[in-house]
């Protein structure tokens, strides 16, 4: 439908002759990425208009026309019958251009009051608002994973770790419930920087304002924005959503690679803690025995490059000039291959987590190694009234002869106890048993099996379960 090609005469022909050279426009198109944005691009002009009438800049007879336009454009790009295959230099040209070639001259008198600077700067924060939301409901579908599992298994002991030594028993259940605390942080800071962001930058045009009577907070009203930018300056050179937002986002690629890392040692032989679903596992092209953990570990791999797009647009910003400079236009690479990334992951994920199979006897068989009730037992000698180094130094000293001699702490005999200690009695046993270990940890936010069960129903109380 666009009649002239783009490498015709740009429409910003105006001092130049707006003939550029192939190579230049290829390099200097931005029409392959951010056609995404057309929705939230007629959307944002639809508005526009809708003040340019109200405020008497243009006859209310042509606005209508204007977005008449700009329904039949949208319409036919969401059905496919309009492609960006005419091409042209970004998102904003296109979509002019188009509505030109379809209602005539009127379509140029769209652009009254606002410069693409200002309008891809609300294109930006409202296609990120929308994202936003997916992607919270996404990071809601692995919450609902990791507390459907924590559930089932909020009773099944295994061992917890430091320095990924043995270390304490805990729960399975009370394990996976601190990655679900992470994610709530997730889903906070999403909602807090998405509120910074939903303030309207449109009018402040190419970056000192406008000589014409416009009303922004309409147009910011219209849009269900916040507010308006205070500064035009500014209102064109902010792009700190998208650092806050790819802070979120590299956060969370954070918290869900270290998970990752755990799948992949979990579902190893040397822990066998946890078994993938066929469908979320892969096999080896050589290896007949090989079930690999393949989503966990691109989850790992790709959170790289959520970091290197966080660094990219960093950088990007740090040497910037007021206002617009056209460095900006890679903002939206950046993004967007952050949001397709972590879009992707955590929809690998929940069906991930959902289908694993926890193996709770070979989590229970690795608690019984590795001394895991020792603070318990120089806890038993510490209620009894010793100070607790001594009863550390004299626990020491008993693993290491049960190390010696191939014991454990529950099958040490007690003579041997009480020749280290006049204080131990026979309940040592008990006070030293993995289900005492855990059931004891009463704690607020311990692992018990009640205090996991209340994590679990505080956190379906915060999210409304
Ligand atoms: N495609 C441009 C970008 O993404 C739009 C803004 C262009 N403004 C300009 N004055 N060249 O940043």
Same mark, same amino acid.
Request: charged share 25%.
């Given at each position: 439908?666009?009649?002239?090609?783009?490498?015709?005469?740009?429409?910003?022909?105006?001092?130049?002759?707006?003939?550029? @050279? #192939? =190579? /230049?426009? !290829?390099?200097?198109?931005? &029409?392959?990425?951010?056609?995404?944005?057309?929705?939230?691009? +007629?959307?944002?002009?639809?508005?526009?208009?809708?003040?340019?009438?109200?405020?008497?800049?243009?006859?209310?007879?042509?606005?209508?026309?204007?977005?008449?336009?700009?329904?039949?454009?949208?319409?036919?790009?969401?059905?496919?019958?309009?492609?960006?295959?005419?091409?042209?230099?970004?998102?904003?040209?296109?979509?002019?251009?188009?509505?030109?070639?379809?209602?005539?001259?009127?379509?140029?008198?769209?652009?009254?009051?606002?410069?693409?600077? @200002? #309008? =891809? /700067?609300? !294109?930006?924060?409202?296609? &990120?608002?929308?994202?936003?939301?997916?992607?919270?409901?996404? +990071?809601?579908?692995?919450?609902?994973?990791?507390?459907?599992?924590?559930?089932?298994?909020?009773?099944?002991?295994?061992?917890?770790?430091?320095?990924?030594?043995?270390?304490?028993?805990?729960?399975?259940?009370?394990?996976?419930?601190?990655?679900?605390?992470?994610?709530?942080?997730?889903?906070?800071?999403?909602?807090?920087?998405?509120?910074?962001?939903?303030?309207?930058?449109?009018?402040?045009?190419?970056?000192?304002?406008?000589?014409?009577?416009? @009303?922004?907070?309409?147009?910011?009203?219209?849009?269900?924005?916040?507010?308006?930018?205070?500064?035009?300056?500014?209102?064109?050179?902010?792009?700190?959503?998208?650092?806050?937002?790819?802070?979120?986002?590299?956060?969370?690629?954070?918290?869900?690679?270290?998970?990752?890392?755990?799948?992949?040692?979990?579902?190893?032989?040397?822990?066998?803690?946890?078994?993938?679903?066929?469908?979320?596992?892969?096999?080896?092209?050589?290896?007949?025995?090989?079930?690999?953990?393949?989503?966990?570990?691109?989850?790992?791999?790709?959170?790289?490059?959520?970091?290197?797009?966080?660094?990219?647009?960093?950088?990007?910003?740090?040497?910037?000039p007021l206002a617009y400079n056209k460095d900006m236009q890679e903002d939206k690479e950046a993004i967007f291959d952050s949001v397709d990334t972590l879009k992707m992951s955590l929809a690998v994920f929940a069906p991930m987590v959902a289908t694993m199979r926890p193996l709770p006897e070979n989590m229970r068989a690795a608690a019984a190694k590795g001394f895991i009730n020792a603070t318990d037992c120089a806890d038993y000698l510490t209620k009894k009234g010793m100070p607790f180094r001594t009863a550390y130094k004299i626990t020491g000293a008993l693993v290491a002869d049960c190390i010696r001699d191939g014991l454990t702490l529950e099958t040490l005999p007690i003579e041997r106890y009480k020749a280290a200690s006049e204080l131990f009695e026979a309940d040592i046993y008990d006070e030293i048993s993995m289900e005492t270990c855990v059931m004891r940890r009463t704690s607020a936010g311990g692992t018990?099996?009640?205090?996991?069960?209340?994590?679990?129903?505080?956190?379906?109380?915060?999210?409304?379960?």
């Amino acid at each position: 439908m666009v009649g002239d090609k783009f490498m015709a005469e740009k429409m910003w022909a105006g001092r130049s002759a707006g003939v550029t @050279d #192939q =190579v /230049a426009d !290829d390099f200097n198109t931005s &029409l392959p990425f951010d056609q995404r944005m057309y929705r939230q691009d +007629i959307t944002g002009s639809m508005a526009h208009a809708t003040m340019l009438a109200a405020k008497g800049i243009l006859p209310p007879s042509d606005v209508d026309t204007i977005i008449d336009g700009l329904s039949g454009i949208l319409a036919d790009l969401d059905s496919g019958k309009l492609d960006f295959s005419a091409g042209g230099e970004d998102i904003h040209m296109f979509i002019e251009s188009e509505l030109t070639a379809r209602i005539g001259d009127l379509g140029k008198k769209l652009h009254t009051a606002r410069s693409r600077n @200002d #309008q =891809v /700067a609300l !294109d930006l924060r409202l296609y &990120l608002r929308d994202e936003v939301k997916s992607i919270s409901d996404l +990071i809601r579908d692995v919450i609902d994973a990791l507390l459907l599992q924590a559930e089932a298994y909020a009773d099944a002991i295994m061992p917890g770790y430091t320095h990924l030594q043995r270390a304490q028993p805990i729960t399975f259940g009370h394990h996976l419930m601190a990655y679900v605390q992470m994610l709530l942080r997730d889903l906070d800071r999403l909602s807090d920087a998405a509120g910074r962001m939903n303030i309207s930058p449109l009018g402040s045009c190419a970056l000192a304002g406008t000589t014409y009577p416009t @009303d922004r907070q309409m147009v910011a009203d219209i849009l269900q924005m916040n507010g308006i930018c205070e500064n035009s300056l500014d209102g064109v050179s902010d792009r700190d959503y998208c650092i806050e937002l790819q802070a979120a986002f590299a956060t969370i690629m954070m918290h869900l690679s270290r998970l990752s890392e755990e799948i992949i040692l979990w579902t190893s032989w040397e822990f066998r803690f946890v078994e993938l679903s066929d469908a979320y596992s892969t096999g080896s092209s050589i290896m007949p025995q090989k079930k690999n953990s393949d989503m966990a570990e691109l989850v790992r791999g790709k959170t790289g490059r959520v970091y290197g797009n966080l660094m990219g647009t960093l950088t990007m910003l740090k040497g910037l000039p007021l206002a617009y400079n056209k460095d900006m236009q890679e903002d939206k690479e950046a993004i967007f291959d952050s949001v397709d990334t972590l879009k992707m992951s955590l929809a690998v994920f929940a069906p991930m987590v959902a289908t694993m199979r926890p193996l709770p006897e070979n989590m229970r068989a690795a608690a019984a190694k590795g001394f895991i009730n020792a603070t318990d037992c120089a806890d038993y000698l510490t209620k009894k009234g010793m100070p607790f180094r001594t009863a550390y130094k004299i626990t020491g000293a008993l693993v290491a002869d049960c190390i010696r001699d191939g014991l454990t702490l529950e099958t040490l005999p007690i003579e041997r106890y009480k020749a280290a200690s006049e204080l131990f009695e026979a309940d040592i046993y008990d006070e030293i048993s993995m289900e005492t270990c855990v059931m004891r940890r009463t704690s607020a936010g311990g692992t018990s099996v009640d205090s996991v069960r209340a994590q679990i129903a505080s956190v379906k109380a915060k999210l409304g379960e």
